[in-house]
């Protein structure tokens, strides 16, 4: 087996999907992310990282057929373990990293990665819940504890 390989068509399909229903400003870059699997997951501060999106170093220009703006990188041994709304979800917080604007002055697309709005751990959430306010909502609107919680240790429906 490879240590990486291209994602197939079933992946594209779930990532088109999510872009034309989620994320309408990647539909201008749609055709330069690359997404691609790992065969081994790596670990962050003893965290598994089951996928990480980042910029499309400049050089891939040189060396392939297109010019990408994105890298989706996937870890292919936990991917086999996910359930297929686990495999969407992760598919749709990497999407979320991309973020694309378009240039008043020229128009281009600049894209950047995004840092996730939400950090927390877990023993601050079982003993806190979930205090922070969102820029949009009232504090009424945070999700309670026992919500997270039993969607975070819901065992994943296998596919």
């Not at 201008?28 to 996928?51: C, N, P, W």
């Not at 400049?58 to 297929?84: H, N, P, Q, R, S």
């Not at 749709?92 to 950090?119: F, M, Q, Y």
């Amino acid at each position: 087996m490879a240590d990486t390989w291209e994602a197939g068509k079933d992946i594209w399909e779930i990532v088109q999907d999510l872009i034309s229903k989620h994320h309408p400003t990647l539909a201008m870059v749609d055709k330069e992310i690359a997404i691609i699997f790992k065969e081994k997951a790596s670990k962050t501060g003893g965290q598994v990282v089951l996928g990480k999106s980042s910029r499309a170093p400049g050089v891939l220009k040189l060396l392939g057929k297109a010019e990408y703006k994105f890298i989706i990188e996937l870890a292919g041994d936990e991917w086999t373990t996910l359930a297929d709304n686990q495999r969407v979800a992760l598919l749709d917080h990497c999407l979320c990293a991309c973020n694309v604007e378009e240039d008043e002055k020229t128009g281009e697309p600049k894209c950047s990665i995004r840092a996730p709005e939400v950090s927390f751990f877990w023993k601050e959430l079982e003993r806190n819940g979930d205090w922070r306010t969102r820029p949009e909502q009232s504090e009424a609107g945070a999700m309670d504890v026992e919500s997270v919680i039993d969607i975070a240790n819901s065992p994943p429906a296998k596919s």
